[in-house]
């Protein structure tokens, strides 16, 4: 079974400019979730997709952050213009569905450096 | 509001010798617990997770965590640590009425052969 692909791996850009990152999940899993972590701390959830509908987005700075899951399976995470603070990893992770008791399967991340 | 510590930033071993790495947590109903480990460069990896039932729980590469609700504890262990276990380890929070899995800061585990 393929684990959760991401794209790219790392990127560096200069404040202001805008990313993008891909997330394709495990096949058949409904639940996407986009995590930031930052060194030295765990991951923090950004959003929570269940097919194509946003679950739970309350911690992601709207201003400049989106993420869309058009068609339920692929996502996107962009950032608009980057800031210095937004230098983290990027996890996308997926699970079956959404109840409490699934476990969450994790890419590999897209280690962003903003200059 | 679910949140998770491990008070350990890193915890030293030497290979041969048990290895356990400490969780605690809070959360307002019941928990949901899990365990993930970070290698260099590479995503998360599931280890193990408490749903419910026995307090032991057995998971992948030999790991097993314990699960104490009067010390509200979740800590990981392995009796016997080899060098190939050094990594970041994760402890996360699951409450039964929200979505979020709540990540400590880590701990990171180096054993010296």
């Known amino acids: 079974e393929a684990g959760v692909a991401q794209s790219p791996r790392y990127k560096i850009i200069e404040k202001r400019q805008s990313v993008a990152f891909w997330c394709n999940p495990i096949s058949g899993h409904a639940t996407l979730y986009w995590y930031q972590q930052i060194l030295g701390q765990g991951p923090k959830l950004l959003i929570q997709?269940?097919?194509?509908?946003?679950?739970?987005d309350s911690q992601l700075p709207k201003d400049r952050f989106s993420a869309e899951r058009l068609k339920g399976v692929d996502s996107t995470l962009k950032i608009q213009p980057a800031k210095l603070e937004d230098s983290a990893v990027y996890l996308c992770?997926?699970?079956?569905?959404?109840?409490?008791?699934?476990?969450?399967?994790f890419g590999p991340g897209t280690r962003l450096t903003v200059t | 509001a679910q949140s998770v510590a491990q008070p350990e930033d890193q915890v030293n071993v030497a290979e041969g010798n048990p290895l356990t790495v400490k969780c605690t947590y809070s959360?307002?109903?019941?928990?949901?617990l899990f365990w993930y480990v970070q290698y260099p460069n590479r995503g998360l990896q599931f280890l193990l997770k408490?749903?419910?039932?026995?307090?032991l729980v057995k998971g992948s590469y030999g790991f097993e965590a314990e699960f104490n609700k009067s010390q509200t504890s979740f800590h990981l262990k392995k009796p016997s640590a080899l060098v190939s276990d050094s990594a970041l380890y994760f402890c996360a929070v699951r409450d039964i009425d929200d979505y979020k899995l709540s990540f400590g800061a880590g701990t990171t585990v180096t054993v010296r052969a």
């Open positions: 992770a997926s699970s079956f569905q959404t109840g409490p008791t699934y476990e969450q399967y």
């Open positions: 959360v307002s109903g019941n928990p949901y």
């Open positions: 408490y749903i419910t039932g026995d307090n």
């Open positions: 997709f269940q097919n194509n509908g946003v679950v739970d």
